[in-house]
């Protein structure tokens, strides 16, 4: 069993065009992440939502807009993509909380790979 | 802000010879260290969390350790299936638990 799938895996599009990545997890957690990872590999904190509710929304262009429509679900909605754009989206998720301790590690997908033309 | 720098970016090593990772952070109140294992294609995969300086890990041939300012991943006897990229990140503390990661250190074993 998947624990955190993302749909596509990847994702070729023009310049311009607006596209939708999808993460759904079956863990049962309530804080779920999008990641962006570079062609450094760096994986950069976009956002993250606990419980429907956004609680971190870093310096990302308001083209980009997740939404949660239940705690299992967070998708990605990009806007008018740019060549920038161009990189690996990862979902991840993790609990709240667990007999007190707050810093549960997260469990990631494998990841979107979006190309722009 | 929170920064994390890992050493060295690549390492080639025989089948069996040990080393270790680095991995030197900056945190503002450290609640938590994770070092995530990375295959090509696919997302980080868990490894281990450090809570506090002087706590140590272990998990096969991989042991995590934790100072005030760097944590090292040690590597005993590796095998070509260790060959990955290992990633570290720094949860700080008063943060809404996101992960600052390091670019990673990639592990190609020899066999």
């Known amino acids: 069993d998947t624990a955190v799938s993302q749909t596509p895996k990847y994702l070729v599009t023009q310049m311009g065009n607006d596209k939708s990545i999808k993460c759904e997890q079956n863990?049962?957690?309530?804080?779920m992440y999008w990641y962006k990872q570079d062609s450094k590999k760096f994986l950069k904190i976009m956002f993250s939502?606990?419980?429907?509710?956004?609680?971190i929304n870093e310096t990302v262009p308001n083209r980009f807009s997740p939404k949660s429509p239940d705690k299992a679900h967070l998708n990605l909605h990009i806007n008018s993509l740019e060549l920038g754009d161009s990189a690996v989206y990862f979902c991840?998720?993790?609990?709240?909380?667990?007999?007190?301790?707050?810093?549960?590690?997260?469990?990631f997908g494998d990841g979107t790979r979006l190309s722009i033309l | 802000e929170d920064q994390v720098t890992q050493s060295p970016e690549a390492l080639r090593l025989q089948e069996g010879e040990s080393s270790s990772l680095n991995c030197s952070y900056t945190?503002?109140?450290?609640?938590?260290l994770f070092w995530y294992r990375q295959d090509p294609g696919k997302g980080p995969e868990f490894l281990f969390t450090?809570?506090?300086a002087g706590e140590e890990k272990e998990k096969e041939r991989l042991k995590a350790t934790l100072t005030k300012k760097e944590s090292f991943l040690h590597i005993t006897a590796p095998k070509p299936e260790d060959s990955a990229t290992y990633l570290c990140a720094v949860q700080a503390a008063g943060s809404a638990r996101q992960l600052t990661f390091g670019s990673g250190t990639q592990l190609t074993v020899l066999p």
């Open positions: 945190v503002s109140g450290l609640r938590g």
């Open positions: 450090l809570y506090s």
């Open positions: 991840a998720s993790s609990p709240h909380r667990v007999s007190g301790i707050e810093n549960q590690p997260q469990h």
């Open positions: 939502y606990n419980n429907k509710e956004l609680i």
């Open positions: 863990l049962g957690h309530d804080t």
